[in-house]
């Protein structure tokens, strides 16, 4: 059964700073790892999709990195601004299905 | 393209009463969709798996007969709460899947349900 975890739970920067969230799944047979935003009381914002196949995915200032045999997923978001405060989610595809975690609360301070 | 819609956004039911939600795909077709449950600063659990035209597969734990799910058409899928209690009070969000793209979802805005 595949099992998503994601530290840190909450993290609190200042607006301009890089910073990286993770993500770890036990099930290494995933076929691809997701990330999603999350704003309060609203649904999910797909934000990046790696393929099994593939090690990074870019897009403007989000890069995410996929190691399939650490288990591990990692969320670089460059020169942080107020406007990225969101929970985020990331998702393991296996067995057809997307396994969750707890997501990251973030919250960029200006 | 690959949108999905949800139907009420939010709902607010009496104790005892049934409550549906609707799940459309607006500009594609899905032959799956999934159901989930959010609740407060919980993640997304699965609830089941919708297939167009069969019956739906529920997660260890979910009450089938609790919660209904009827997937009639190709672009449409419905989750009835029956006798809804405080409990079932959550944020409930679908998928679906594109027919053919087995490894992606694309998700709806979510329902929030309230029963008091």
């Known amino acids: ?110 | 393209g690959a949108v999905v819609s949800q139907h009420p956004s939010w709902v607010i039911c009496k104790s005892g009463t049934s409550v549906k939600i609707e799940c459309r795909s607006l500009d594609f077709q899905a032959t799956t969709m999934f159901w989930y449950r959010q609740f407060p600063k919980q993640s997304l659990m699965l609830m089941a798996t919708s297939n167009e035209g069969s019956k739906a597969t529920y997660e260890q734990g979910v009450e089938k007969d609790k919660f209904l799910i009827n997937h009639a058409s190709l672009t449409l899928s419905t989750l009835t709460v029956t006798s809804a209690h405080p409990e079932d009070s959550s944020f409930y969000i679908c998928s679906a899947r594109v027919s053919g793209r087995i490894y992606e979802q694309y998700f709806g805005p979510g329902t929030r349900l309230t029963v008091t």
């Open chain 1, 1 to 110: 059964k595949q099992e998503v975890t994601q530290i840190p739970a909450a993290l609190s920067v200042p607006e301009g700073e890089n910073l990286v969230l993770n993500c770890s799944f036990t099930d290494s047979a995933i076929y691809n790892l997701q990330w999603f935003r999350q704003d309060p009381g609203k649904g999910l914002t797909s934000l990046l999709l790696i393929q099994s196949s593939q090690r990074e995915q870019t897009s403007g200032r989000l890069n995410a990195s996929l190691d399939k045999s650490s288990g591990r997923s990692t969320l670089y978001i460059a020169a942080s601004q107020p406007g990225d405060s969101a929970t985020y989610l990331c998702a393991g595809g296996s067995n057809y299905k997307l396994t969750f975690g707890k997501g990251t609360l973030l919250t960029v301070n200006p």
